[in-house]
């Protein structure tokens, strides 16, 4: 099959359904494909891996990904609570919504706990993951841009951006010198 276009494009989906190629805009569902009838037998066929191994393959992937944000949304709970409402209320900016969002937080993070189905509590990291946690974000982000960098506890975009800019100023209290390599000494 030879497609000279845009692969990006809005129009290449369509084209794609089309000529019959497989589209799965969702990692959680590709790696269900692991261990779909059709791919097992393949691969069995051609020595590859047998059926128990392309089940337990599917098992570890979605496993991992619901494990990784499990981390991640915790670790959101905590910036959120330990930080960012601190951070408002020292700087006298409301927090409009966040408690609201720590609660939706833990009950995300609640469900993923109590799904047994590995490919269910994938899809439920999923949603967690690319919809909930994002949309939250963008409510720390707002307050952020209220909040000012003396009073933020946590690193701003400029900070991380420009790191290796003062990355001196960590070590020997600011009097460290970089060599050629951009190693401090």
């Known amino acids: 099959m030879i497609f000279n276009g845009n692969g990006y494009s809005e129009e290449w989906p369509i084209e794609a359904g089309k000529r019959g190629v497989w589209r ?11 261990s779909a009838d059709k791919n097992v037998e393949l691969f069995e066929k051609m020595n590859v891996m047998a059926p128990e191994e392309a089940v337990a393959r599917t098992e570890i ?5 619901s494990g990784t944000v499990e981390i991640e949304a915790k670790c959101m709970v905590d910036m959120i609570v330990q930080n960012v409402i601190p951070d408002c209320k020292k700087a006298g900016v409301s927090p409009d919504g966040l408690d609201a969002a720590v609660s939706t937080l833990k009950a995300g993070i609640e469900g993923l706990e109590h799904e047994s189905n590995d490919f269910e509590k994938a899809k439920l990291a999923r949603v967690l993951r690319l919809e ?10 707002a307050v952020e841009a209220m909040v000012p960098p003396q009073l933020w506890s946590l690193a701003t975009y400029k900070d991380l951006l420009f790191l290796d800019s003062h990355q001196s100023q960590y070590v020997d209290g600011g009097a460290g010198k970089a060599s050629s390599g951009g190693v401090v000494v």
């Open 24 to 34: 799965i805009d969702s990692g959680v569902e590709a790696m269900a494909r692991i």
């Open 61 to 65: 992937m979605h496993d991992h990904y």
């Open 132 to 141: 909930t946690m994002e949309e939250i974000r963008k409510k720390c982000d």
